[in-house]
């Protein structure tokens, strides 16, 4: 009897620890958490595998160095140009479409700066610019930051003369950039998804809408094992093939607030 029960310890104790191995961690951006969008995929992918999924939800760059430590086992993030140079150094093995939505500049109902019912993205960043009207950055290197800081260069403006002043960087995420805008009434760029999820809205309205460079790709990667032999290749391999499968994809687009779809599925197959 003692035996059987030894044996039957040592089988649970090796049910628990593959249980238990069957984890991977994904690198991803605050506004796929912040959104809800983890909130509602996570759940059905495990379901679905058996597979259970640690988010380290921060911006894009940061997301991407942690994949270049090989402390995590997918990078799912959006910033084209960076993910491009994470695959130039050979740590990823793949990048894969995933899903895209918008950019979108919000600001006081008072628009200071008048911006309003405008779609040129880089005029509107002129005329806040011109107004001194202040604008809430997120400074993270995140993806977000990333298009910002690439739209004012199109614009023609110099952040220099702005910091410290109209202009104010902050290093946080998606959430706490549209709570500090909330509460100062300032202007700021979020990812439309974000957006649709937060709560804390104040004065603040959609003010800039529809330009193509508000355009946001997002793409997800395995990292590369060759460079990182700790990387859980089969099930991190397994979350980007769902994320990518039909089943993904759907469950993607199914995810709605208020009614409105927050993320537009466009992985290739």
Do not use: C
Request: charged share 25%.
């Amino acid at each position: 009897m003692k035996r059987i029960v030894a044996i039957g310890a040592v089988l649970l104790w090796s049910n628990l620890a593959f249980a238990q191995d069957r984890a991977i961690t994904v690198a991803s951006t605050t506004s796929t958490e912040q959104s809800g969008l983890f909130g509602h995929l996570l759940p059905l992918f495990e379901k679905a595998t058996g597979v259970s999924v640690k988010v380290v939800a921060v911006g894009t760059g940061q997301a991407l160095d942690i994949g270049r430590r090989g402390d995590a086992d997918v990078v799912f993030v959006h910033d084209g140009v960076a993910e491009d140079k994470f695959m130039s150094e050979g740590q990823g093995v793949k990048r894969f479409d995933v899903m895209y939505n918008d950019f979108v500049i919000i600001g006081p109902r008072s628009d200071p700066a008048r911006i309003a019912g405008g779609k040129d993205v880089t005029d509107a960043l002129r005329k806040i610019a011109a107004a001194r009207a202040p604008f809430i950055s997120r400074g993270d290197k995140s993806g977000t930051h990333a298009a910002e800081l690439r739209l004012w260069r199109d614009a023609g403006v110099d952040l220099g003369a702005g910091k410290d002043n109209w202009y104010r960087e902050i290093g946080q995420g998606m959430g706490p950039a549209l709570n500090m805008a909330s509460s100062s009434n300032a202007y700021l760029l979020s990812d439309r998804g974000t957006w649709l999820s937060f709560k804390n809205r104040g004065e603040l309205a959609i003010l800039t809408e529809g330009d193509k460079r508000l355009f946001n790709q997002y793409g997800v990667m395995l990292v590369n094992p060759e460079k990182h032999p700790n990387v859980k290749v089969k099930d991190g391999q397994a979350f980007v093939d769902w994320l990518v499968s039909s089943k993904g994809q759907d469950a993607i687009a199914g995810y709605k607030v208020g009614g409105e779809q927050l993320f537009f599925p466009n992985a290739s197959h």
